[in-house]
C-alpha cells in the first residue's frame, strides 16, 4: 500500500518538475480561464450589472473548460513522448500511475483555482469570504471528482482518434453530478440569502461522489489500459 | 376531450385570458403526435438494423466468393 | 446459437401483435380525471422509459464484464445495449415534453426524471460516438463509459431530485387503478418484448461485423 503511494508520488512529482521547468500549462491554462470567466461575464451581465448567482455557474464552467485543456494537454504530452507506455511496462502497480497522474493534475487545477476564485470574487463582487472552508471543501471535492474521471477517460483515450474532441464528448455527461453539486453549493453560499446548511447537503454528495467514482476509476484502470 | 370552449358572444374578437389558453390546448395533435413519433422511430431504427444486417451479409458473401476464387 | 434464433423471430413477432392491439387495449381504459386524453401517451412514454433503463443497465452490465473478461459477446451487447438506450431515449425525450407541454404547459422543465434521463441519453450517445470515431481499441474505452454511465444514474437523479422536481412521483404506477393497470403492462411487456428480440439482433449484428473484419484481415495478408 505504501509503496503504491510512494510510486505514485513519484510520477506527481515528475511530472510537477516537467511542469515547473516550461510552465507551459499553467501560464496557458490561466490565461484560459481568466478569458473563459470574461467572456462570460459578457455574456451575463445586463446592463453592466452581472446577473445574481451567475458567478457561481462561471466559477464551475471555467473549472470544466480548463480542466479539460489541461487534461488534453497532459496526456498529449504523454503521447508525444511515449512516457505512458513506459509507465506501464514500469515495474509500478498501474493504480500508482493513476494515483499519480491524478494527483499533477489536482495541483495544476488547484493552483488555477486560487487564481481564479479571488478573480471572479472582485469582478463579480462575490462574498468569498462568507464561508471560505466551504467554499473551499466545494472546490477541492468537486474537482478531485472531475479530476478523477477526466484522468482515467483522457488516459483512455491517449491512443485513440478524434480523442481532442471525445475527451469532453465522454466526460462531460458523467462529471454532470458533480458540476450540479458545485455549482449548487457555491451559489447557495454566494446568494443574498445564504443557505449553508444546503451548501454542505451538497458537499456530502459530492465527497460521496468522489468516493465511489475515485474507486471506480482505480478499479477500471488496470483492466483499461493493458494492451 | 379537451375542446374550445370560449365562443366569441358578440361582433367583437375577446381575447382569451393567456393561462386559460394553455389549458385550452386541444390534447388531440399532441397525443397523435406522440404516438406517430413511437412508430416512426420504432419503424426507422428497425429498418437501419434490416439494411446494415443486409450489408453485413452482403459483404461477407463477397469476401468469401473472393476467398473461393483465390487459394489460401 | 439456434435457441436464439427461434426465440427473436417469436419474441418480436409477438411484440408486433401486441404493438398492434395496444390503441385498442389502451382504449379500455377510463380517462385520467385531471389530465384526460394527453394522459394516454403514458402508455407508450411509461414502458419507453423502463425499455431505456433496461437497455442502460443491460450496456452497464455487458460493459462491466466486458471489462473483467473481455469476452466479445459481453462487447456486443454492450454496443446493442447503448444503441437501444439511445433509440428509446429519443422516445421517451420526445413523448414526454409532449405530455408536459399539454399538461403543465412547458416543454422542459429541470426536474430529476427528466434531466437525468437526458443526461443518461448523453452517456450512453457519447458511447456510441466513441464506438464509431474512437479507432481501434475503443472497445475498452467504451466498457468504461458505459460502466461509469450505469453507476451514474443514481447520483444524476438523486442530485437533480434535490435540485428541483415536477414530475409525478414514481409511486403512480404501483397505485394505478385497474383498468388502466391493464394497458400499462400491456404496453410494457409489448415494449420489453421488443427491447429483447432488437437487442439480441443488433448484438448479432455486432458478432457479425466483427467477424467480416476479421475475415477481412486475414484476407490481406
New interface residues.
Given amino acids: 500500500m505504501t509503496s503504491v503511494i510512494a510510486a505514485a508520488w513519484q510520477i506527481a512529482r515528475k511530472d510537477l518538475r516537467v511542469e515547473a521547468r516550461s510552465r507551459e500549462l499553467i501560464y496557458t491554462t490561466i490565461f484560459f480561464a481568466f478569458s473563459c470567466v470574461l467572456i462570460f461575464a459578457f455574456a451575463f451581465v445586463r446592463e453592466g450589472q452581472p446577473i445574481p448567482n451567475a458567478s457561481a455557474g462561471i466559477l464551475w464552467i471555467t473549472i470544466a473548460f480548463s480542466g479539460t485543456l489541461a487534461l488534453g494537454r497532459t496526456f498529449e504530452r504523454e503521447r508525444q513522448s511515449e512516457t505512458l507506455r513506459a509507465l506501464l511496462l514500469a515495474p509500478v502497480e498501474r493504480v500508482a500511475v493513476y494515483l499519480g497522474k491524478l494527483l499533477a493534475l489536482l495541483v495544476l487545477l488547484f493552483a488555477v483555482e486560487a487564481l481564479i476564485v479571488p478573480i471572479i470574487g472582485l469582478l463579480f463582487d462575490a462574498p468569498l469570504g462568507r464561508a471560505p472552508l466551504l467554499l473551499l471543501a466545494l472546490l477541492v471535492s468537486g474537482t478531485i471528482g472531475f479530476g478523477s474521471?477526466g484522468t482515467?477517460?483522457a488516459a483512455?483515450?491517449v491512443?485513440?482518434?478524434?480523442?481532442d474532441v471525445?475527451l469532453p464528448?465522454?466526460l462531460?455527461?458523467?462529471v454532470?453530478?458533480v458540476f450540479?453539486?458545485g455549482v449548487?453549493g457555491t451559489s447557495a453560499i454566494f446568494a443574498d440569502e445564504p443557505a449553508l446548511a444546503m451548501a454542505q447537503?451538497?458537499l456530502a454528495?459530492l465527497i460521496f461522489?468522489d468516493a465511489?467514482?475515485v474507486t471506480?476509476a482505480l478499479w477500471?484502470f488496470g483492466?483499461?489500459m493493458t494492451e | 376531450m379537451a375542446t374550445y370552449t370560449q365562443q366569441p358572444q358578440s361582433g367583437e374578437f375577446v381575447p382569451m385570458p393567456a393561462d386559460q389558453g394553455r389549458e385550452n390546448l386541444p390534447a388531440t395533435p399532441f397525443v397523435f403526435t406522440a404516438y406517430a413519433l413511437v412508430w416512426i422511430i420504432l419503424v426507422v431504427y428497425v429498418l437501419s438494423l434490416w439494411r446494415r444486417m443486409n450489408r453485413v451479409e452482403r459483404e461477407v458473401a463477397d469476401l468469401s466468393a473472393r476467398a473461393g476464387g483465390r487459394t489460401p | 446459437m439456434s435457441s436464439n434464433s427461434r426465440f427473436v423471430p417469436a419474441a418480436l413477432g409477438l411484440a408486433l401483435v401486441m404493438f398492434a392491439a395496444a390503441p385498442f387495449v389502451i382504449n379500455t381504459a377510463p380517462y385520467e380525471s385531471t389530465m384526460g386524453l394527453v394522459q394516454r401517451i403514458f402508455y407508450f412514454h411509461f414502458p419507453a422509459a423502463m425499455s431505456l433503463f433496461a437497455a442502460a443497465f443491460t450496456c452497464g452490465i455487458a460493459s462491466l464484464i466486458y471489462l473483467r473478461t473481455r469476452s466479445a459477446r459481453a462487447d456486443q451487447i454492450a454496443v446493442a445495449g447503448a444503441e437501444l438506450a439511445v433509440v428509446f431515449g429519443i422516445i421517451v425525450l420526445t413523448t414526454g415534453p409532449l405530455w408536459a407541454r399539454k399538461t403543465w404547459g412547458i416543454w422542459w422543465d429541470w426536474d430529476a426524471k427528466l434531466t437525468s434521463t437526458l443526461v443518461m441519453w448523453l452517456i450512453f450517445s457519447s458511447y456510441l460516438l466513441l464506438r464509431r470515431f474512437g479507432g481501434p481499441g475503443s472497445e475498452m474505452l467504451s466498457a468504461a463509459v458505459g460502466f461509469f454511465g450505469m453507476m451514474l444514474v443514481p447520483f444524476v437523479y438523486v442530485s437533480v431530485n434535490f435540485w428541483r422536481t415536477l414530475h409525478p412521483k414514481t409511486s403512480v404506477v404501483p397505485n394505478l387503478p385497474a383498468p388502466m393497470l391493464v394497458p400499462a403492462l400491456w404496453c410494457l411487456t409489448a415494449f420489453l418484448l421488443l427491447f429483447i428480440s432488437l437487442l439480441l439482433l443488433r448484438a448479432r449484428l455486432e458478432a457479425s461485423r466483427s467477424d467480416l473484419d476479421r475475415v477481412a484481415l486475414a484476407l490481406e495478408d
Fill in positions: 474521471v482515467l477517460f483512455m483515450l491512443r485513440a482518434q478524434s480523442r471525445l464528448v465522454i462531460y455527461p458523467i454532470v453530478p450540479i453539486g449548487q447537503t451538497w454528495i461522489f465511489v467514482f471506480l477500471t483492466p483499461v
